[in-house]
């Protein structure tokens, strides 16, 4: 029998449940099915034998929950390390609910299982079919449809040259998913250098570059790895929604030699950890830039929002439940997700800045009085969060009164250097807006910055005294559509240079087919016309890789 305050409950997958006493739980899962009861009529009681899969790691053993209330459980039986057990005195007519969950050799326990329910009856009854009720899936490296250049090797998939994206191997897992919410994918995969260490990885869509790149540590030897976007945070783990029903992981080639093995696809980890100050803390990735409400409940029937958490750029949350130091047991989940600040790029005060002299502010404008150089005039820099990777480009309110005051330098996450990055302003009395250009490019065409989603940096430098700065934004590079007395269509704006992007159409917003390539000039400018666009009532356009 457990005593009262320590029950512990399991909730649906996308609720991330973490439960028990306010400690630390391995997330561990167990699947639990009723293969069947017998009669037993001069007891009027019957027994039925429970079956699990049996977990990954060390595990010392398997307890057995059972209560006549959902998630409320009284009795719990130690299964040692057998996979199954029959239970008895079960009384006719009562519902009984059951759970799994695993210890460790110290004791410590892991979270529930999925729950099982089962109403006792007297007759005898053939047995149900088992049921699999554990969240996420394993794959085995070779079970997918694998296409050249990868080679399947010992139960391993490799490539032996380097590609792209769109070139290099492709290996497709269709699989289906019982239950809704936030997954990660990992593998065991072994990366001989730094010149064999990366894939391109994404879930239901081919993968992109550079924002897909997974990139693994270099290991001699195989390791458990867990998918990361090189484009978000090569540190923190990529999370995927995934709806219940059928999906596809995709993995395509990118460097030589890389080698992947069995794949898993998990809930996102949460975890709890208990401070010295007895305080709760409680940590784990989710949907990038997603609100969730934190619940807590010291019954398991009564649940409080007791806060929010956000997700920052690269998925990761953490929030600290004061309050646990003076309860002496609380269990927490999460609820609910909904995007937060969705709109891309970011506006910034001038005077937001860590601004260092000879730059001076005044009414809320940057400049500084004398001629300069790159390394000599005043330093202006501007951190920002950015939500979505992408081609960005950077304008700002400024008044540049003559020829001889109207340039800064300007650069992103690096300092800018002379003269490839000056910014020449349009001469004006009063306040434009402008768009940042480089003289090593173009002055006419504004510069286009790769932004990657997570933490970056601004960086304007004076030159010419007198040249005013005010309020910036950070805005995705403009793509224009103009449609043709003829009826064709036009595309066109700006990208990175000398880059090569796919030009994608759609009519109904679903299936999406690529119709051509445009190819950016030296300034980063791009045009591409669409002819069978004349024969077709609506058409929709975006630009791949």
Not at 40 to 54: D, E, F
Not at 143 to 166: E, K, R
Not at 272 to 281: G, P, S
Request: glycine residues 8%; aromatic residues 10%.
């Amino acid at each position: 029998m457990l005593s009262p305050g320590i029950f512990r409950q399991q909730s649906r997958a996308q609720d991330k449940p973490v439960s028990g006493k306010v400690r630390n739980f391995a997330r561990i899962w167990a699947s639990i099915c009723v293969f069947g009861g017998a009669a037993c009529v001069a007891q009027a009681q019957t027994t039925l034998t429970l079956a699990w899969n049996q977990s990954a790691g060390s595990v010392a053993g398997y307890y057995i929950y059972q209560g006549t209330n959902s998630h409320l459980y009284n009795v719990r039986t130690d299964a040692g390390k057998v996979l199954q057990r029959q239970l008895s005195a079960l009384i006719p007519g009562a519902t009984y609910y059951f759970a799994v969950c695993t210890y460790n050799s110290a004791g410590v326990e892991s979270d529930f299982s999925a729950e099982v329910a089962y109403t006792n009856s007297s007759s005898l009854l053939p047995p149900p079919p088992p049921v699999n009720l554990t969240p996420g899936i394993t794959l085995a490296a070779d079970s997918g449809i694998i296409i050249a250049p990868f080679l399947v090797t010992a139960g391993m998939v490799s490539q032996v040259i380097q590609t792209d994206a769109t070139t290099g191997g492709r290996a497709a897992y269709t699989f289906t998913n019982l239950f809704a919410g936030n997954y990660v994918v990992s593998a065991q995969v072994k990366a001989l250098s730094t010149n064999a260490n990366s894939f391109y990885v994404n879930m239901d869509a081919e993968p992109t570059d550079p924002m897909m790149i997974w990139n693994l540590a270099v290991s001699s030897g195989l390791t458990n790895e867990t998918v990361s976007w090189q484009g978000i945070s090569d540190s923190v783990p990529k999370v995927f929604f995934l709806s219940a029903g059928t999906h596809q992981l995709i993995v395509r080639g990118r460097e030589a030699n890389t080698q992947l093995g069995t794949i898993s696809i998990t809930p996102a980890p949460f975890q709890l950890r208990v401070l010295t100050n007895k305080q709760a803390v409680l940590s784990g990735v989710a949907q990038i830039n997603y609100a969730y409400d934190v619940l807590a409940t010291t019954n398991l029937k009564t649940w409080s929002v007791i806060g929010t958490v956000t997700t920052d750029p690269a998925g990761s949350f953490s929030f600290t439940d004061a309050a646990a130091a003076t309860m002496p047991a609380r269990h927490y989940r999460l609820r609910g997700s909904r995007p937060v600040n969705p709109t891309p790029g970011a506006t910034i005060g001038a005077d937001s800045a860590s601004v260092a002299a000879p730059f001076t502010l005044s009414n809320g404008m940057i400049s500084q009085p004398l001629l300069t150089t790159v390394t000599t005039g005043g330093r202006a820099a501007y951190t920002f969060n950015n939500a979505f990777p992408g081609n960005y480009v950077v304008s700002a309110q400024v008044k540049a009164p003559n020829s001889s005051a109207n340039s800064f330098y300007v650069n992103m996450d690096a300092e800018p250097t002379d003269p490839m990055m000056i910014w020449n302003l349009a001469v004006s009395s009063g306040l434009t807006n402008e768009t940042v250009s480089w003289q090593g490019v173009s002055d006419s065409v504004p510069k286009v910055f790769f932004v990657s989603a997570g933490t970056h940096q601004l960086i304007v430098r004076g030159r010419e005294a007198n040249a005013q700065l005010g309020s910036m934004t950070i805005a995705p590079a403009p793509f224009q559509l103009r449609v043709l007395a003829n009826k064709q269509v036009v595309l066109s704006g700006v990208a990175q240079i000398n880059h090569a992007y796919d030009i994608m159409a759609t009519t109904d917003l679903k299936t999406w087919s690529v119709i051509g390539t445009a190819t950016t000039d030296a300034t980063g400018s791009f045009s591409f016309t669409d002819a069978a666009a004349a024969t077709i009532a609506a058409r929709h356009y975006r630009l791949r890789g």
